[in-house]
């Protein structure tokens, strides 16, 4: 199982982004899939999930401008970020859980400049 990020870039303070994360196996395997982001010097936090039935969870800092979706037909899940602030500067990975596994992407790196 690969979990591929990509879509990270530089972008100025109020920006759109759009990350996405493929999945090397049907989507539909996974119970859960999220993203994550770590800053500079900070632990990885959780941004956002989605649950295979559709519930989604979101970071109190991201509600309103970040929403996560699945495109099954892409085995992809996608964030997009929308007014984007420098805080929001991190290395974005998203994550896959099946059973009692958990995968992991490669980080892509998201950069706001104010």
């Known amino acids: ?27 539909f395997s ?3 899939m999220g993203w994550y982001r770590q800053a500079p010097g900070k ?3 959780l941004v956002a999930n989605i649950h295979s039935g559709g519930r989604t969870n979101y970071a109190d800092s991201v509600k309103g401008r970040f929403t996560i979706s699945i495109d099954n037909a892409k085995d992809t899940v996608y964030l997009q970020m929308n007014n984007l ?3 929001d500067t991190a290395v974005y990975s998203c994550n896959g859980a ?4 958990s995968y992991w992407g490669q980080g892509t790196l998201v950069t706001v400049s104010s």
């Open 30 to 32: 996974f119970y859960l």
């Open 43 to 45: 632990q990885r936090d």
């Open 1 to 27: 199982v690969q979990l591929q990020a990509f879509g990270g870039g530089l972008v100025q303070a109020g920006g759109s982004l759009r990350l996405s994360c493929a999945a090397s196996v049907n989507i």
């Open 85 to 87: 602030q420098p805080e």
């Open 98 to 101: 099946i059973g009692w596994k």
